[in-house]
């Protein structure tokens, strides 16, 4: 793997793809979250396996279901916003960016008090490595920093895969035991979705695959002795960061 270098003059903010060096858990993180079909049965699958999460919720999703919202927090989990409507905001402009974020933030501040410092997960990642949305997201919320993955599971290309029901637990299993086999999955960032929201085909197949996913990777770090963590990183920013990124 080679590093790539991104430069700016001093408004970087922390980029995460991994856990302190130390962790040897991994954090689960769950995207576009919640729906009514699919996260009661995340929350009942991680109360199960003693597991927590970390949830990036989608505004819109959130207005339409904010009871359950509020459940993914009382039942010990971490929500952050990922946006109102899940659209790349990095190339909606500096206001729509801000004004995404802080209308879903003011709907999960009704739930819990905003976390500090704050996690950030944009829509499709988008603008990771932009210097508007870096300055943008540090006007709204200093000392924010983004997280990104090192352990994606891809689950949004799993329900496209599927013909028949049947498909859905063949290639859930396969995609978990891909993730499980990897020696880096210790001290990761693991990406998974809550019905991702995009236009691919086997739109059908979603909620089983959200549902069957977890499971399987739920099972999976038990069998292989893996606990979950909440997003733990550095405490702070080493100043060069801020001109440098390294990724
Ligand atoms: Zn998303």
Redesign the pocket.
């Known amino acids: 793997m080679s590093l790539r270098i991104s430069w700016s003059r001093g408004i970087w903010l922390p980029v995460q793809w991994r856990l302190d060096k130390n962790q040897r858990g991994v954090a689960l993180t769950i995207?576009?979250a919640p729906m009514p079909d699919t996260t009661p049965m995340l929350l009942d699958l991680l109360e199960h396996h003693r597991a927590t999460a970390s949830f990036?919720l989608?505004g819109c999703r959130v207005a339409a279901h904010p009871g359950l919202a509020a459940e993914i927090h009382a039942r010990g989990h971490a929500i952050y916003a990922?946006?109102w409507d899940?659209i790349r905001l990095d190339q909606a402009g500096p206001e729509r960016l801000r004004a995404d974020m802080a209308r879903c933030e003011a709907l999960l501040a009704e739930i819990r008090p905003t976390p500090k410092p704050y996690l950030i997960?944009l829509?499709?990642n988008g603008g990771w490595r932009n210097r508007m949305v870096h300055r943008t997201l540090a006007e709204w919320q200093p000392g924010c920093r983004i997280v990104h993955w090192s352990a994606p599971t891809e689950d949004h290309l799993i329900a496209p895969r599927c013909v028949t029901p049947a498909d859905v637990e063949h290639e859930c299993t396969a995609q978990a035991d891909r993730l499980l086999a990897d020696p880096a999955l210790p001290g990761s960032i693991v990406l998974m979705?809550d019905q991702?929201?995009n236009e691919r085909p086997g739109a059908e197949f979603k909620p089983a695959v959200t549902v069957t996913l977890m499971r399987q990777l739920l099972e999976g770090f038990e069998r292989t002795g893996l606990h979950t963590v909440p997003i733990t990183g550095p405490d702070h920013q080493p100043f060069w960061s801020r001109f440098a990124m390294v990724w």
């Open positions: 995207d576009d990036f989608s990922h946006g899940h997960r829509p499709y979705h991702p929201i």
